[in-house]
């Protein structure tokens, strides 16, 4: 097999021109660089990608953390990404996690070990005072507000977003809403923003009024089963759209507004209202941000879908 020497060899100059020849350094003159590359195509040499990386410092390579594999949320997001990434020619590493913080920290002491250029975490459970600890070794992002700490972030108006959809059913006359959300409170900042934007608009939340741990169809599914037996229910506000399908084979959405999230294809089919936060927006900002000098933070703006 033909390697970087036998290529100089036969072309007559330096290693360190064909080098530049592999890695497209733009020092090199059109002559030169279409000798080596006959002499590449004839010998049908395939250059070594570890070999390139260490070259240039960089593998075109981004890794991203996400909680769970065929989850909306996740897709959305990924889905953002892997079109901004695939655009600029970067290959997309995907890491479930399970919300395990150990499985997280070994991801980031990989992206340590420079097996990526830049990682976007989509989620997670360890702090961010434990990622910002990795800036030194590469670019992080994170899909949410990340406050004080110097980590680079996409967010959404998620505490915005419900505090006017509150508002809005407050004035529409309702009262008795029920709530699904999914990780607990104590560990989720995203239902915990919920939970005060109910409370903020309408006070405490009986506990009859929230099903937890809803992520999936069939999760709904469960939940509209114990709102079925709840009495008066005037609108039920989920934390997805496929929760809301799901709750949809046991409640009629005649008697019960159903209030997605994300704008699905579900919803769309179905025809319930939902609030959309742009997630593959978020995604397309995050790869853009992961090597940007000029912003360390952006906000994506939510859109709520009326729907009859």
Same mark, same amino acid.
């Given at each position: 097999?033909?390697?970087?020497?036998?290529?100089?060899?036969?072309?007559?100059?330096?290693?360190?021109?064909?080098?530049?020849?592999?890695?497209?350094?733009?020092?090199?003159?059109?002559?030169?660089?279409?000798?080596?590359?006959?002499?590449?195509?004839?010998?049908?040499?395939?250059?070594?990608?570890?070999?390139?990386?260490?070259?240039?410092?960089?593998?075109?390579?981004?890794?991203? /953390? &996400?909680?769970?594999?065929?989850?909306?949320?996740? *897709?959305?997001?990924?889905? !953002? #990404?892997?079109?901004?990434?695939?655009? %600029?020619?970067?290959?997309?590493?995907?890491?479930?996690?399970?919300?395990?913080p150990?499985?997280?920290?070994?991801?980031?002491?990989?992206?340590?070990?420079?097996?990526?250029?830049?990682?976007?975490?989509?989620?997670?459970?360890?702090?961010?005072?434990?990622?910002?600890?990795?800036?030194?070794?590469?670019?992080?992002?994170?899909?949410?507000?990340?406050?004080?700490?110097?980590?680079?972030?996409?967010?959404?108006?998620?505490?915005?977003?419900?505090?006017?959809?509150?508002?809005?059913?407050?004035?529409?006359?309702y009262?008795?809403?029920?709530?699904?959300?999914g990780?607990?409170?104590t560990?989720?900042?995203?239902?915990?923003?919920?939970?005060?934007?109910?409370?903020?608009?309408?006070?405490?939340?009986?506990?009859? /009024? &929230?099903?937890?741990?809803?992520?999936?169809?069939e *999760?709904?599914?469960?939940? !509209? #089963?114990?709102?079925?037996?709840?009495? %008066?229910?005037?609108?039920?506000?989920?934390?997805?759209?496929?929760?809301?399908?799901?709750?949809?084979?046991?409640?009629?959405?005649?008697?019960?507004?159903?209030?997605?999230?994300?704008?699905?294809?579900?919803?769309?089919?179905?025809?319930?209202?939902?609030i959309?936060?742009?997630?593959?927006?978020?995604?397309?900002?995050?790869?853009?941000?992961?090597?940007?000098?000029?912003?360390?933070?952006?906000?994506?703006?939510?859109?709520?879908?009326?729907?009859?």
């Amino acid at each position: 097999m033909a390697n970087i020497r036998d290529i100089a060899k036969l072309s007559g100059y330096s290693v360190t021109t064909v080098s530049r020849v592999l890695n497209d350094h733009p020092y090199v003159s059109e002559e030169k660089r279409a000798k080596i590359l006959k002499i590449m195509h004839d010998l049908d040499y395939i250059p070594n990608a570890k070999a390139r990386n260490l070259s240039s410092g960089k593998s075109k390579h981004i890794a991203v /953390m &996400i909680p769970y594999a065929n989850h909306p949320y996740s *897709d959305k997001i990924v889905s !953002g #990404i892997l079109s901004a990434a695939f655009n %600029e020619g970067y290959k997309v590493t995907l890491l479930p996690t399970n919300y395990d913080p150990k499985v997280e920290k070994q991801y980031l002491d990989d992206l340590a070990a420079k097996a990526w250029d830049g990682m976007i975490i989509t989620s997670k459970k360890i702090s961010f005072e434990m990622i910002a600890g990795y800036l030194k070794y590469a670019p992080i992002v994170c899909c949410e507000d990340t406050g004080d700490f110097p980590i680079a972030c996409v967010s959404i108006k998620r505490e915005e977003s419900y505090i006017n959809l509150f508002k809005r059913l407050k004035i529409q006359g309702y009262s008795k809403i029920g709530l699904t959300v999914g990780r607990s409170e104590t560990i989720s900042a995203s239902t915990a923003l919920v939970l005060e934007a109910y409370q903020t608009i309408f006070g405490l939340l009986d506990d009859t /009024m &929230i099903v937890r741990n809803c992520r999936s169809f069939e *999760d709904g599914r469960q939940a !509209g #089963i114990h709102f079925s037996n709840v009495k %008066e229910l005037d609108v039920i506000v989920t934390n997805g759209d496929d929760v809301a399908a799901g709750i949809l084979q046991h409640i009629e959405k005649a008697q019960i507004t159903v209030i997605g999230e994300e704008n699905l294809l579900s919803s769309r089919l179905l025809g319930f209202s939902t609030i959309d936060h742009h997630l593959d927006q978020c995604g397309e900002a995050a790869f853009h941000l992961l090597f940007s000098t000029s912003t360390n933070s952006i906000t994506i703006p939510y859109t709520f879908i009326q729907r009859t």
